[in-house]
């Protein structure tokens, strides 16, 4: 059995951007300075039927108070993901031939999900594009919502003037179709994407389709016939059968036709997240805080390693470690 690598990029690239999330350089913040708004602000839909299931914000609704308007923008940090890298040395790693360098599958973490929502300016700092920076990898996508409705599901912003901590709802320029029966997104036209992952993957829904309208089934309690990940799975994959194809067809097809040399697999944050908010995951120790004791994490690395990948990366931060974990206790 081929064994597989743990690379330090992954280490070295959430490390870097932890860092960046607490202390900006001069260069960054004149890249900041330099950044106006290119799209206009929309009018936020006040009629708006409450937030499905598939926009869940994990914070107590109570510390959001009212919506407001940001114009689209893109990640101050963009400039410097596209300067231009020394060569990585890849050591034992073949990077040649017709391998994709890496492919990245996972949730929220992997995908983006920032500051209560996913939008743009989030996802061009997932940190699969950070590793991807530190590979020196050109050509590594994800599946960006444009500028025009970069606001994507909405997010949250702080009220720097309130005395006690909230937050308010950014509610313009989003990627929200239908909010509705089975919610609907923009859907992203850009073709494949070396980041395939998508927030809110349910295990029971991973492999799962939209249930048929009559002898169908459900997904939870709420009656749903489609779990919140296949959402984002569809706007990812706008021509797929949402009664045939599943995010673990995706999965497959993609380690077998592009034969990655290195996959990134980040599974559970999203469900740790909300356990951890619920005080359900007291007894979380780091062995159940890593994302290698999943079945799922097991199964993508046999897969990996069926389509010839010479190395996954799948290990989580510890993550009730991270800032905030117990501040809401």
Request: net charge negative; aromatic share 10%; proline share 6%.
């Amino acid at each position: 059995m081929k064994k597989f690598l743990r690379t330090s990029i992954f280490v070295s690239a959430v490390c870097f951007a932890c860092t960046l999330s607490c202390r900006k350089s001069a260069e960054i913040i004149e890249v900041e300075k330099e950044i106006t708004d290119s799209i206009t602000p929309s009018i936020p839909n006040t009629g708006q039927m409450p937030d499905p299931a598939f926009l869940k914000r994990y914070i107590d609704v109570g510390f959001i108070d009212g919506e407001v308007s940001k114009a689209p923008m893109e990640s101050p940090l963009l400039p410097w993901l596209k300067k231009e890298l020394r060569p990585f040395n890849n050591g034992n790693l073949n990077l040649t031939g017709t391998n994709t360098p890496l492919l990245a599958f996972g949730d929220g973490m992997s995908s983006g999900w920032t500051d209560g929502g996913l939008y743009r300016a989030g996802q061009q700092t997932a940190f699969p594009n950070l590793v991807a920076r530190q590979m020196a990898l050109k050509d590594f996508k994800s599946p960006l919502f444009d500028l025009e409705h970069g606001n994507g599901t909405g997010y949250l912003v702080v009220n720097k003037t309130s005395s006690q901590p909230s937050w308010s709802e950014v509610s313009n320029n989003l990627a929200i179709i239908s909010r509705s029966h089975v919610p609907e997104l923009v859907p992203y036209l850009g073709g494949d994407v070396e980041n395939m992952s998508e927030p809110k993957v349910d295990h029971a829904g991973i492999s799962g389709t939209l249930s048929p309208k009559e002898n169908g089934w459900i997904y939870g309690n709420d009656g749903r016939g489609w779990t919140e990940d296949m959402i984002f799975f569809w706007r990812m994959q706008p021509n797929a059968d949402k009664y045939r194809d599943s995010y673990w067809d995706l999965l497959n097809k993609s380690l077998n036709s592009k034969k990655p040399a290195i996959v990134l697999s980040s599974f559970g944050f999203d469900l740790w997240t909300e356990l951890n908010l619920k005080n359900k995951a007291e007894g979380m120790d780091w062995q159940n805080a890593s994302s290698e004791t999943s079945a799922l994490a097991i199964n993508v690395a046999e897969l990996a390693q069926r389509s010839g990948a010479q190395g996954i990366v799948y290990t989580l931060p510890a993550f009730k470690h991270l800032a905030y974990y117990d501040w809401q206790k």
